[in-house]
Nanobody, 124 residues
Framework: QVQLVESGGGLVQAGGSLRLSCAAS????????MGWFRQAPGEEREFVAA????????GYADSAKGRFTISRDSGKNTVYLQMNSLKPEDTAVYYC?????????????????WGQGTQVTVSS
């Protein structure tokens, strides 16, 4: 089992920045990819970004490209999502997820473990 704990959410004005963190514990050696997803009220959960645990390869949703950066600190078993130039439409609960399969994927069904989520609210 892998446990994921997110932190760093909050309320920020449009144009501001936040950095989310996701700390992984347990059988972390089984993880190949870590991802961030988000879900706004009444919406489907959507992919934001993902990173391979060892090689550092990344993938982004179009909505995140140029504004968000995913990174990892393997020594700390932690993944980060730096979010800049935030917009009100970025308001959502952000979830961290871990995938035991090889290769970056935007498909939430691929991910095996999920955190509890952290709320991000961007005011206009």
């Amino acid at each position: 089992q892998v446990q994921l704990v997110e932190s760093g959410g909050g309320l920020v004005q449009a144009g501001g920045s936040l950095r989310l963190s996701c700390a992984a514990s347990g059988r972390t050696f089984s993880i190949y990819v870590m991802g961030w997803f988000r879900q706004a009220p009444g919406e489907e959960r959507e992919f934001v970004a993902a990173i391979s645990w060892t090689g550092g390869r990344t993938g982004y949703a179009d909505s995140a490209k140029g504004r968000f950066t995913i990174s990892r600190d393997s020594g700390k078993n932690t993944v980060y999502l730096q979010m800049n130039s935030l917009k009100p439409e970025d308001t959502a609960v952000y979830y961290c997820a871990a995938d035991r399969s090889y290769g970056i994927s935007s498909n939430s069904d691929r991910y095996d473990y999920w955190g509890q989520g952290t709320q991000v609210t961007v005011s206009s």
